[in-house]
């Protein structure tokens, strides 16, 4: 008998059963300001940064809007970089000629925030002591501050603003369809501040200044990679108690809350990106996402869904047996997927080239595949056509892509080698093209001055190990069940 499990699931259970509803461990929504994720030392480093780029001349940014519903509050990514402050419509400059940086918020509202949203940043001397900022005046105090910038070189970013569950080409390419649809026609937020800047500051020079801060991500500071590995250690968790309650019967979206369970309960604010919970032949494709398919014995599940933590994100994914067993095939299959994908994994280096790292990594591969039994030719060429892939990619410039503020972070590659500070993703996929089946794994990669770490090395991936944590009780075994 697992005296561990058996605890853990008597525990859950006696948990929901002393509450009116199940699950109810679930924390309240978490709204974090800057200053409870960063020191402002933090933010003070990056725009000191951000002066050593812009010369004399003047960054000027806005923050977001208040949400259109009854949703909480989360700021865009590029304003929350530079300074941390999470209140709606902020505006704030960093002049290049007086190092001074200066925030415009909206002015107390007694019921809006003491009576409904709780306390607000408001201005004066309190809030920039708080943010770690020069001062912070009256959003209408603006105006004049924007004309006195006429003649100027004024920073701005011009990419569309990214908030929760999206990279930035996803509201990039909707700011783009919108404008170009004949019955919509809109500019986006930021082609309009930026109209709107240029009117008020005559002769000003606008430039672009999401290149600069960019490259700036592109390096996580270890503060972030801190924020980064715990948001990974909850996305394992929640990957780990989807295994435990898979069974076949269950919907992909049952498998969906398993995991939101641990997102909430770890204090995230949502989802990364919608959960890819994919069960036999949806396993094909790789952003499958409907979630309504039933889990069949003798499915494999593919599972890819992570957590907005604290603004930063992760981006894990783990492959199981519908059934808690995986049959002779699925052995095979996934057998020969692993040992090609740890090839890959284990080639990762700091200061080389992506393309150094396919080439020592096709050496290892070419030795598993001579070594490997296979007994199913379509898990042969399957295999084969891994390998190939590979072969012909010596020349890659990534990996996978970049995590951090995104789940598909920005920066690209700001330097031909990996260098320490350099968070992505490896996924590659292999597919039995006739059957619609597919094996995608995912790991969270840090480039360190020693090499790599694998940040999501705990979350099984080997048959036995798998096996014996889906033999464990799942949620479902213990939650109260609700009667219908």
Not at 56 to 63: E, L
Not at 302 to 312: E, T
Request: hydrophobic fraction near 45%; glycine fraction near 6%; charged fraction near 25%.
């Amino acid at each position: 008998m697992r005296v561990r499990p058996l605890l853990r699931c008597v525990l859950i259970a006696l948990t929901c059963a002393l509450c009116p509803l199940p699950f109810a461990l679930v924390k309240a929504q978490p709204v974090f300001r800057g200053s409870e994720i960063f020191p402002p030392e933090e933010f003070a480093a990056r725009r000191a940064k951000v002066l050593a780029q812009i010369g004399d001349g003047v960054v000027v940014m806005q923050g977001t809007t208040e949400r259109a519903g009854e949703e909480p509050f989360r700021q865009n990514n590029q304003f929350f970089y530079v300074f941390g402050v999470a209140e709606p419509r902020a505006i704030a400059v960093i002049d290049g000629v007086s190092k001074k940086t200066t925030v415009f918020l909206q002015p107390a509202n007694e019921r809006r925030d003491s009576r409904m949203y709780g306390p607000a940043l408001a201005p004066g001397v309190p809030a920039a002591t708080a943010i770690g900022v020069d001062a912070v005046l009256a959003r209408d105090e603006f105006t004049a501050v924007a004309r006195a910038l006429a003649g100027r070189t004024i920073f701005t970013p011009f990419r569309a603003e990214v908030l929760g569950s999206e990279s930035s080409g996803d509201p990039t390419n909707l700011a783009r369809n919108n404008k170009q649809d004949p019955w919509d026609g809109r500019a986006s937020r930021e082609e309009a501040f930026r109209e709107k800047l240029q009117a008020a500051a005559p002769g000003a020079t606008l430039k672009d200044l999401d290149p600069v801060l960019d490259a700036m991500r592109a390096v996580k500071s270890p503060r972030e990679i801190a924020v980064i590995r715990e948001a990974t250690r909850i996305t394992g968790l929640g990957i780990m108690e989807a295994m435990r309650d898979a069974r076949p019967g269950m919907a992909e979206y049952e498998l969906q809350a398993d995991a939101e369970f641990i997102f909430k309960k770890y204090g995230a604010f949502g989802a990364s990106y919608f959960a890819l919970v994919a069960t036999g032949t949806n396993t094909f494709y790789s952003h499958y996402h409907r979630n309504t398919s039933i889990l069949a014995d003798g499915d494999l599940v593919q599972f890819d869904y992570a957590p907005d933590y604290k603004y930063y994100q992760s981006d894990v994914t783990r492959v199981f047996p519908a059934n808690g067993k995986f049959s002779v095939r699925q052995r095979e299959f996934y057998s020969i997927y692993l040992s090609l994908y740890q090839a890959l994994l284990t080639s990762i280096d700091v200061h080389v080239t992506p393309g150094d790292v396919v080439k020592k990594a096709v050496v290892k591969m070419d030795a598993i595949m001579a070594a490997f039994r296979f007994t199913d030719p379509k898990i042969k060429a399957a295999a084969v056509r891994f390998v190939e892939g590979y072969r012909t990619r010596t020349a890659a410039r990534s990996l996978g892509h970049n995590v951090g503020l995104e789940v598909h972070d920005v920066g690209g590659l700001q330097a031909p080698t990996l260098e320490p500070g350099r968070v992505f993703t490896i996924e590659p996929a292999m597919q039995i093209d006739d059957e619609r089946l597919g094996i995608r794994l995912e790991d969270m990669i840090l480039i360190t001055e020693r090499g790599y770490e694998n940040l999501s090395a705990f979350v099984p991936v080997d048959i036995a190990a798998i096996e014996k944590l889906m033999a464990e009780p799942g949620l479902s075994d213990a939650a109260v069940k609700i009667k219908r």
